[in-house]
C-alpha cells in the first residue's frame, strides 16, 4: 500500500493510499452513510456523474475543516456554479449539527466516514490517498471529478492547513477550459 508523509504542525504523519492522478477514472466501490443534506450513501457512482468537488475533512468541528466548508461553497458557487460539492468526513453525523447551527445556508451534502462499513472505508481511504495511518481520521483534501475523471487533486503537505481552495478552483477552470477546447465545434469542425 502506497503511503507519503506528511505534517501535522510540527509532527510527521503518514498518509495511506496513493493520490489519484489527474486524467485518472475513479475506480472504486464504496458506501458511505449520509449525515447532512443527502436521503441515500455517497457511492463511487454519484462521483461518476456531472463536475462534483469532493472535499475530505478529519474534523469539521474544528476550525479548519469548517473553514474550508465555508470557503469551498462561497468560492465555488461564484466560480463554478454547475457543480456539486459533497463533503466526507471522519466524524459521527451528529458532528455535522455544527455546520448547521453555524452555517445553515451551506447546500453541500455531508458524509461520515466513521460509520461506513470497514471495507467501504478501506476502499474510499484508498480511492483517494487519504488514510491516516494508526488513526480513524482522514486528511484534509480536495478532488474535482467530472464524469468520474479526475481534474484536480489537492491535499496539503501541513495537514494543519485547509488546502488552497482558490488555487484549486483555478486548477479545475483550467481543466474544465482544456476539456472544452478539445470538443468539438458546433457545426462539425473543429479549430
Not at 447551527?101 to 470497514?118: E, K, M, T, V
Not at 478501506?122 to 484534509?140: K, L, M
Amino acid at each position: 500500500m502506497a503511503r507519503r508523509q506528511v505534517k501535522l504542525g510540527a509532527e510527521t504523519i503518514w498518509l495511506s493510499g496513493g493520490l489519484p492522478q489527474t486524467g485518472e477514472i475513479l475506480n472504486a466501490s464504496f458506501s458511505i452513510p449520509a449525515a447532512r443534506l443527502a436521503q441515500a450513501p455517497l457511492t463511487a457512482s454519484d462521483l461518476r456523474t456531472g463536475l462534483v468537488i469532493l472535499s475530505t475533512l478529519p474534523n469539521i468541528q474544528k476550525h479548519a475543516c469548517m473553514a474550508q466548508i465555508v470557503h469551498l461553497e462561497e468560492r465555488s458557487r461564484e466560480q463554478l456554479p454547475d457543480l456539486r460539492i459533497v463533503h466526507v468526513s471522519a466524524d459521527h453525523e451528529e458532528h455535522w449539527r455544527e455546520v448547521d447551527r453555524f452555517h445553515p445556508d451551506i447546500q453541500a451534502a455531508g458524509y461520515s466516514l466513521c460509520c461506513a462499513n470497514p471495507i467501504s472505508r478501506a476502499a474510499f481511504v484508498q480511492a483517494f490517498g487519504v488514510g491516516v495511518e494508526g488513526h480513524h481520521r482522514i486528511a484534509h483534501g480536495l478532488f474535482a471529478l467530472k464524469e468520474g475523471r479526475f481534474l484536480a487533486i489537492e491535499v496539503p503537505d501541513d495537514q494543519m492547513r485547509t488546502p488552497d481552495i482558490d488555487r484549486f478552483l483555478a486548477q479545475v477552470s483550467g481543466q474544465l477550459g482544456r476539456t472544452l477546447d478539445r470538443s468539438p465545434r458546433v457545426g462539425g469542425s473543429e479549430k
